[in-house]
């Protein structure tokens, strides 16, 4: 459902960030590309963009990637985020404001759980703290789903639905007892470490202690663990937690889902080697951020002949009166982030320029103007 966003002055964002136990791959740029035109044109409507995006190195799929690769699941976790930084500056992407890690984000972790289990929202049994979903009568709000819906995607995406110590399936794991090869922390639940969804809860209020303009991710992110999120923050601090939510589709590879366990994940840091990063940028936004969509390998070379042909518009100079483009470029970018038409439009004033239509001296510079506003970087 598109609805208005209308914030202040001052827009405050929280984007999911990456589990660093593996490369970037273009579901995670589709994602961050997305929130990053977001970010661009909110920015040139005269807002300042505070986001944050966290790094979630620990949970229950980086701690078993380290296991198997017989090492330290932080060092496992800074050559993932080097690497992975290094991905969105090749592809120009905003940075945050800050970047909060789990490890780093155990107390305000702690006193949200402590807060929950204050006001009765809790149970422990064998050393594990559950959220007790039968205290949140409006659980399922946020994604809609029906139970049965909820109770496969639990099973799907990390949850413990079959676990006869809950009392409801749907209940989710706020702290837990660490395996002998875990890190633990201290805490009045006993010693162990945070389930994965109070994380994005704790990391976003300790820094902005206010309710969110926006809260983003993948759509895979909705249930559980977007759901999660919500109602326990709003339960255990009492206020709104995120007054919008945006999430955006799912990337396949030639006709098949993209996942590691099929061996099929396209990475930004192996394209980048043989294109430009731009051209990634290009290709990704001929597809909606709503949709779930097919990556094929040659939509890399379509977008990377799509900014040859704007940096060739751009150098040529002469050309259509580039105005009516930016206007353009705005106005899909307004329309629910439509990128595909955004793109369009620059590549039309590029193609009319090379055709050697118009006589306006600034059509090139125009054209640019628009090309960096969704992102574009050139070197001269």
């Keep these: 459902m598109v609805v208005p966003f209308e914030p202040g002055p001052v827009v405050r964002m929280y984007i999911c960030g990456i589990t660093p136990y593996d490369s970037t791959h273009l579901g995670h740029a589709n994602t961050y590309l997305t929130y990053d035109?977001?970010?661009?044109?909110?920015?040139?409507?005269?807002?300042?963009?505070?986001?944050?995006?966290?790094?979630?190195?620990?949970?229950d799929s980086i701690l078993p990637k380290a296991r198997e690769l017989g090492i330290d699941f932080l060092e496992l976790a800074a050559t993932e985020m080097k690497r992975f930084h290094g991905d969105m500056t090749a592809l120009n992407t905003r940075p945050p404001i800050a970047e909060p890690r789990a490890t780093e984000s155990i107390e305000p972790i702690i006193d949200l759980v402590q807060r929950l289990q204050d006001a009765g929202h809790t149970y422990t049994k064998d050393g594990i703290t559950w959220f007790d979903v039968a205290t949140a009568p409006e659980f399922g709000r946020l994604s809609g789903y029906a139970e049965d819906?909820?109770?496969?995607?639990?099973?799907?995406r990390g949850g413990t639905p079959t676990d006869l110590r809950q009392r409801n399936p749907l209940d989710f794991i706020l702290w837990q007892p660490s395996a002998d090869d875990e890190p633990t922390w201290d805490s009045p639940f006993g010693p162990g470490r945070p389930g994965?969804?109070?994380?994005?809860s704790a990391m976003s209020w300790a820094?902005?202690?206010?309710?969110?303009?926006?809260?983003?991710?993948g759509s895979d992110l909705i249930f559980p663990h977007h759901e999660c999120e919500r109602?326990?923050?709003?339960?255990?601090?009492?206020?709104t937690f995120a007054r919008h939510w945006m999430h955006c589709g799912m990337v396949a590879y030639q006709g098949t889902k993209m996942s590691k366990s099929l061996g099929n994940l396209v990475f930004v840091s192996e394209l980048v080697k043989k294109y430009d990063p731009q051209a990634v940028r290009l290709a990704l936004m001929g597809h909606h951020y709503r949709d779930d969509w097919e990556w094929f390998d040659g939509d890399i070379d379509d977008g990377q002949e799509r900014y040859n042909r704007i940096v060739e518009a751009i150098g040529k100079g002469t050309?259509?009166?580039?105005?009516a483009t930016l206007a353009a470029v705005?106005?899909?970018?307004?329309?629910?982030?439509?990128?595909?038409?955004?793109?369009?439009?620059?590549?039309?004033?590029?193609?009319?320029?090379?055709d050697g239509t118009g006589d306006n001296a600034e059509s090139g510079a125009g054209l640019r103007t628009a090309a960096e506003l969704v992102g574009l970087a050139f070197t001269s």
């Design 207 to 217: 820094e902005f202690g206010e309710p969110l303009d926006l809260h983003g991710g």
């Design 319 to 323: 050309g259509p009166d580039p105005d």
């Design 196 to 200: 994965w969804h109070i994380e994005c």
């Design 149 to 156: 819906t909820m109770l496969a995607l639990a099973a799907e």
């Design 231 to 239: 109602v326990q923050s709003e339960l255990g601090y009492g206020q």
């Design 37 to 59: 035109l977001l970010i661009r044109r909110l920015e040139d409507l005269g807002h300042e963009v505070q986001m944050v995006r966290n790094v979630t190195d620990v949970d």
């Design 330 to 354: 705005r106005s899909a970018l307004d329309n629910d982030l439509d990128a595909p038409t955004a793109r369009e439009a620059l590549d039309t004033l590029a193609r009319a320029i090379l």
